[in-house]
């Protein structure tokens, strides 16, 4: 929580700051009402949000004098309303041997760094794991997988840049069921100068771990970046309806960080959103708390 904290400092406190300037020795009125909302709007948070986070304070203290901190409390609570049913924990199903993770999301996200993290979250819990180098358009990507494979004590399946991702998919899915590994974690690429040829690359690697064990992908994790703010929203769409994400991870809370966006995706989507990635290393990766989360932003 203090990582967060401190890592969501930028956003939270442009809106702690905002409300303490709006708020002090004033009314709740149309004036400071609207200065309210641009703050809030300012820091990604959406405009649906901001109008229904400034009517809730509005109810009942209209016309009145309030102190900045009750409304950071009263937004911190309201934050929590639309973060608190998003708030979910990823379960692994472990009747599925193994249970497939695809892992997407746009190039430079933490698609591989997450992954990473989450091989070593997963082996700590003494499940076994197994990685797929699927971004085989950028050797780099192959080689930082390999990298956290060596780190984690993770064996991952790579072919050579340049490979079919459909057919890495299917091989490493097939050498997963045979070694009887827990959780296969598959990297997929995240290019999206070319979008459709891309969309048409994760589709085909759904399509062919179907035909290897038809109730999988069993979750479609979705890796964004908090510092690209409201693309973010363009991203959920994106990929949402091509490879079927059933829920989120945000890194880079840690850095200059507009955590705000996350409350517009929530509020539009209502996709789970499991994890918050708040640094490099290991341990970075944090279960998402929508109590946290909302607090850090008030300010
Ligand atoms: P990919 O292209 O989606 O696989 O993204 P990478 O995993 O390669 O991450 C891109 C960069 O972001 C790397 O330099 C990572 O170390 C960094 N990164 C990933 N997650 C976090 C995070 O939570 N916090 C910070 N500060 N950096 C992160």
Known sequence: FQRLRTGLLRSSSAIGEGITSIFTKR???????????????????????????????????????????????????????????VAEPLTIDTSKKPFVLLVVGVNGSGKTTTIGKLAAKFRAEGKSVMMAAGDTFRAAAIEQLKVWGERTGTPVIARDVGSDAAGLAFDALKAAQEQNVDVLLVDTAGRLQNKAELMAELEKVIRVIRKVDPSAPHASLLVLDATTGQNALNQVEVFGRTAGVTGLAMTKLDGTARGGILVAISAKFKLPVHFIGVGEGIDDLEPFKAEDFAKAIAG
Do not use: F, H
């Not at 949000?49 to 409390?73: F, Q």
């Open 27 to 85: 009314k709740l009125d149309d004036e400071t009402l609207e200065e309210l909302e641009n703050v809030l709007i300012q820091a990604d948070l959406g405009v649906a949000t901001a109008m229904a986070i400034t009517e809730a304070l509005a109810k009942g203290r209209y016309g009145k004098d309030i102190a900045p901190e009750e409304v950071k409390t009263i937004l911190a609570s309201e934050v929590t309303k639309v973060l608190g049913p």
